[in-house]
């Protein structure tokens, strides 16, 4: 944990309120980040970035420095993005309507908006757990020991499942 990071959880932890709005402002275009490419929705992304500080609030106190703050956020933001998915059908909606507008562009040319909308279709089509390693190790760049930790599972699992999905990506994007 960060130096700065540990005084403004120990002054939240104090009931110093300013203190965890600063924690938000430190990490919450990266929680952000990572729910958007979970979710591919920018409204469900803001409700699990919300719900990610909400939760770790309340969670403060089981904090246990062990791992930096970052990456316990992580952890929180990713566990709250694979229940929403059990839960949700929004993501086939969504994939649909991406799916519908690829097929309406007759040209071959395909813009640089067109390829990351494609790319995160694809992603989308990744089952959770291999999709929460891609985005965690190739979009936020932790390496896999971090990862593991986010997810709660081994680094072995993190590389397996790093290198399933990439598999399906390519295929997927072909």
């Given amino acids: 944990m960060t130096d700065a990071d540990h005084d403004l959880v120990l ?22 980040a990572l729910t958007f490419r979970m979710t591919g929705s920018t409204a469900d992304a803001e409700d699990l970035a919300q719900e990610t500080f909400i939760r770790a609030f309340e969670q403060l106190g089981k904090f246990n ?36 507008e690829m097929r309406a562009q007759s040209n071959g040319e395909i813009s640089e908006n067109k390829l990351a909308q494609r790319a995160q279709v694809a992603l989308m089509k990744l089952p959770a757990k291999q999709r929460a390693a891609i985005v965690l190790t ?29 598999r399906k990506l390519k295929q997927l994007l072909r």
């Avoid at 104090?14 to 919450?28: I, P």
């Avoid at 936020?140 to 709660?152: F, I, P, R, T």
Wanted: contains cysteine; glycine residues 4%; charged residues 25%.
């Fill in 11 to 32: 002054r939240s932890r104090n009931g110093d309120v300013t203190a965890f709005e600063s924690l938000v402002r430190n990490h919450q275009q990266m929680i952000h």
């Fill in 65 to 100: 420095g062990g791992a930096k703050f970052s990456t316990w956020l992580y952890s929180i933001a990713v566990h709250a993005c694979l229940n929403w998915r059990r839960n949700q059908a929004r993501r086939f909606q969504a994939h649909e309507k991406c799916a519908e």
């Fill in 138 to 166: 190739i979009y936020d760049g932790l390496n896999h020991a971090e990862a593991a930790k986010v997810l709660k599972c081994s680094e072995t699992t993190i590389s397996w499942r790093v290198f399933a999905a990439k």
